[in-house]
């Protein structure tokens, strides 16, 4: 059963929202593209973005199982999942913004090494785990049933519309960077919006519960 438009709605604009915040990733893509080249960024990008898949399967196999063991411990998930939402949201609200991207030079590498060396970036990260033990399991409707195939979905989804912004982004570094660095406050407002998200879905759910 495929999700609710609604959900899909929902869903990819808190995701879009999300990805183009000034963060690690994105800020790495864009300084890979103006050090290297618009293909090197893509190929960075690319990997960053398909790393997500592992963290889907794990959030997906995750909710599986702990809908199938107790529906109360699922709810636990979500709460803590809200409560961890919060704290990023008020950490972005509080952000004085201040993004400058680095273009520096360095050594050549390979289309196929730069994918690899995102892919495994992205993969590795126990922040991005986390993220997504907290942020999927928030649209996931539990009496819609399938929840595992729910929160494939969405990884899937999320894994797509990183795609496609990192590739532009990668495409566009030279541009983007430099427009950045010419206005290092230029992402306040993109993490005023990405806090306000997260502190709203948060609270939603705790006020729910």
């Not at 390979?110 to 986390?130: D, E, H, M, R, T």
């Not at 999927?136 to 009496?143: C, K, M, S, W």
Request: hydrophobic share 55%.
């Amino acid at each position: 059963m495929l999700i609710a438009p609604e959900q899909f709605f929902a869903f990819l604009a808190a995701a879009l929202l999300i990805t183009v915040s000034p963060g690690p990733d994105n800020l790495m893509v864009l300084g890979v593209g103006m050090s290297r080249g618009r293909r090197q960024g893509m190929a960075f990008g690319f990997g960053c973005a398909l790393g997500c898949l592992s963290h889907t399967v794990l959030a997906a196999l995750g909710v599986s199982a702990l809908i199938k063991a107790s529906p109360l411990a699922f709810g636990g998930l979500k709460l803590a999942g809200g409560l961890y939402l919060v704290w990023l949201g008020i950490g972005a609200l509080r952000s004085r913004g201040g993004v400058r991207v680095d273009g520096s030079t360095s050594p050549d590498e390979s289309l196929g090494k730069l994918f690899a060396k995102g892919l495994f970036a992205n993969s590795i990260n126990p922040k991005v785990v986390l993220f997504f033990l907290s942020f999927l399991p928030q649209f996931v409707v539990a009496e819609r049933g399938g929840a595992s195939w729910q929160t494939a979905q969405l990884g899937l989804i999320f894994t797509a519309q990183a795609c496609v912004l990192f590739g532009l982004l990668g495409y566009f570094s030279g541009a983007v960077g430099a427009w950045l660095n010419r206005r290092p406050r230029a992402g306040l407002w993109l993490d005023r919006m990405a806090g306000t998200i997260f502190v709203g879905l948060g609270v939603r759910l705790i006020v729910a519960r």
